[in-house]
């Protein structure tokens, strides 16, 4: 990796770190152990790094950031945007050290205009917030990963969530970006029109980049109107097969679905030993989760059709619900599925999350080989999938100090790789085996041009 | 413009192009002085360059453009990717000269997934001929520019159409391109899954880069289920203010329309003057244009709820059908809008066509001032408007050999892009205006990193 002749010059970075302190006030500078030791290792990353940043740094204003860049760049010290530390991929962890920027402190929203149906707001902003600030308005916006994640780290990731197969993910909801260099320039990707064509799509090519060629300072969002009538309904097959086939069934028959996802039998095991929703326990089987929205007589005639659908592809139960609190009680399953496995993991395990993505058709075939390979392996493992996308996460547990069973791990994943490349897929964090140096080497070009040194976030997007 | 240092090197131009037949053989290679015309030249353009081509060429394979690219590299002789013709912003135009890359000869559906919902065709494939292919499996692309239009210009493009509001515009279908660079190197921009993250979204960044990054000889498409109910509808309004406040009014109350196109009076009158849409007559007044689609029940409730709105804001009619023969009727004065302007006007008058998009609330003004300014100079002008998406074409009638009116039609144009930009809103040919050159100055960069020689499409997206 070219971030490799990074070394960790104590001397350079102690430097930049006095020169910021200057610059920003002792305040926005923390050195405190237990600080680094949050902003650099998680417990929820499948991968961490050995190494931590030598500083925190907190920035109030795009001003800020690009003054900091500046310095940085000056003394060739690695940067890490900071979002809200949600990521399960280790996006903001620091294997080159360097500075961490912490992008709390800017969390404003800077503009509302629900005319334009549009926002203006810091990176800092949670998604959550800025929905339950403009809920009024009758606007929202869409994607929904992670309560707790802010919008840099969206942008940053290309978030989605259980709305994509509906509303997109997050590149469909960037109007504007104010985005700083690695040498400290800040630029504004275009002005505020939501739709243009003009240019090349700088937003497009930022959103998703992890922080590898800028750090978004401000981003103006597009909003979408908050469906009237909504349902939700929960459907459980004897087999992942089953499910699947219901689910494309379903797609292909151009069923206007907000959501549909999968769960997979162990994945409602997890939540029934977390003890259960709310009380209520699930049938240990894969089980699919609707949501539907539109006008009140196009939610029935869905929910209808999905019904009958699933029932011809041997559903056992289909329950459907339309009242606020029994749907937020379904949902919040789907929601909270991801704490259950931390909660049923043994506390000395790990979790190594995947991202998959193949052609629908071939989704239930990969899913039932992956889940076949860990289990012959004796790895506890669920699987979650958003299945009108193709994409799907296995999680599985292991434990790092057991060599039998890392090496089991390894057979797993490069086995899924294989597959998912066979079927024209993806893994997300295995590019190389995917694309081929040739189009690698073009990605890499676009790093060269826009961060020279490569300082931002070095260590993430390109994975040798 | 960089692209300036490219003279035209008669030697070193018809040395390349003794190469490229011998590489292609003759009958791949034209200069026909007709065949050169044809591709250098458009009536339908509202910019024309002085210069033509020297050749065209009709590659057969990627592996053929790919020959070309080094041929045109190794003596530095400019390529313009050309397609259907259709464009009447002058893509294709060939202003340093250089060879025409003519992509008619690629024109394969490769492979069509019905059950993963895509299609991998070549760029010279007709998108109505692909949607007519494939239409027993009840899946279609829906951008619908311009009937002729072919995939790689609508790629080149980012194209959109009527459809856009509910379906988005070309690079929401893009799940892979095979891209061959200006020295010859050719890559596929990744795998075949629905939605991914990984790496770079280079999707994005060929898409709507007019060739200027990369010749398109391959693309997977996404595409989406036909809707099984359709309905359309009409409704004439006093004003350009009313019109676009009733469209608002829909869009934010979160109905589900198809399309909502806005024509104005003038517009109107020159469908009447073409003989009207099969002997129908229109009211020559602001009209909204709306498709709905959806569930049976949802059609009816959409279209229901938008008369009421029309009616709330004035509207005078509100015509609303639902048989194929009517839709298509009503729908046909909408698509072929364009044609009856280039039918009404004088012979020796020329068209500039402009493409403007600002936050949808300001809308309404920039289009009355935009007429009242040309109305004023007595410029005969009319306009189409996108108005779920802000964006709106004024197309202008001017006689290029009259300095006066020449004078008058760049007062409009200037005026128009001062105030587009006061609005936060983008003209697309106007680059420079709307971002300013630091951000210009990342696209350069880009555009040095991928075509360092500037041989792709020289003069193009950069406007100075």
Request: aromatic fraction near 6%; proline fraction near 5%; charged fraction near 20%.
């Amino acid at each position: 990796m070219k971030a490799n002749h990074i070394g960790k010059r104590s001397n350079e970075y102690s430097q930049a770190v006095d020169e910021i302190r200057h610059e920003l006030g002792e305040e926005a500078v923390s050195t405190d152990p237990d600080d680094l030791e949050y902003h650099g290792f998680s417990d929820f990353s499948s991968t961490n790094a050995t190494e931590r940043p030598i500083a925190v740094v907190r920035p109030e204003s795009t001003e800020q950031v690009s003054a900091i860049a500046k310095i940085c760049t000056k003394y060739r010290v690695p940067m890490t945007p900071f979002g809200a530390r949600t990521s399960v991929e280790g996006n903001f962890s620091s294997p080159f050290s360097g500075i961490c920027i912490d992008l709390c402190e800017m969390d404003k929203i800077i503009q509302f205009n629900p005319q334009d149906m549009d926002v203006v707001v810091q990176p800092g902003v949670n998604w959550m917030a800025l929905n339950e600030e403009i809920k009024d308005s009758g606007l929202f916006l869409p994607p929904d990963p992670g309560p707790t994640a802010s919008i840099g780290g969206m942008v940053a990731t290309n978030c989605s969530g259980t709305n994509a197969m509906r509303y997109g993910t997050m590149k469909d909801y960037v109007v504007n970006l104010t985005v700083v260099l690695a040498d400290g320039t800040v630029i504004k990707t275009r002005q505020r029109p939501r739709k243009t064509s003009a240019g090349y799509n700088l937003n497009s090519l930022f959103t998703g980049s992890e922080g590898t060629l800028g750090i978004v300072t401000q981003a103006t969002l597009k909003l979408a109107v908050l469906p009237t009538n909504l349902s939700v309904a929960t459907a459980a097959f004897g087999s992942i097969h089953a499910a699947a086939a219901a689910a494309t069934t379903m797609v292909r028959s151009g069923l206007p679905l907000t959501a549909l996802e999968l769960m997979d039998e162990a994945q409602m095991k997890s939540i029934n030993e977390a003890g259960g929703t709310a009380g209520r326990m699930w049938a240990e089987s894969p089980t699919l989760f609707l949501k539907f929205s539109g006008t009140k007589s196009s939610v029935k005639d869905s929910a209808q059709a999905a019904q009958a659908i699933c029932r011809q592809h041997g559903a056992s139960t289909f329950d459907h619900v339309t009242t606020p609190k029994e749907m937020d009680l379904l949902w919040s399953a789907r929601k909270g599925a991801v704490l259950c496995i931390v909660a049923a993991k043994p506390k000395d395990a790990w979790i190594l999350g995947t991202d998959v993505a193949v052609p629908i058709s071939r989704m239930a075939d990969i899913i039932e080989e992956s889940k076949a390979k860990a289990t012959h392996h004796g790895l506890t493992n669920c699987v979650i999938g958003h299945v009108g996308d193709g994409n799907y996460h296995q999680a599985l547990i292991y434990h790092p100090g057991d060599p039998d069973e890392m090496a089991k791990l390894k057979d797993c994943h490069d086995t899924m790789v294989k597959r998912a490349i066979e079927m024209e897929g993806t893994v997300s964090e295995c590019l190389i085996k995917e694309l081929g140096p040739t189009t690698i080497g073009v990605m890499k070009a676009l790093k060269d041009t826009l961060d020279p040194h490569w300082l931002l976030n070095p260590g993430k997007v390109f994975d040798e």
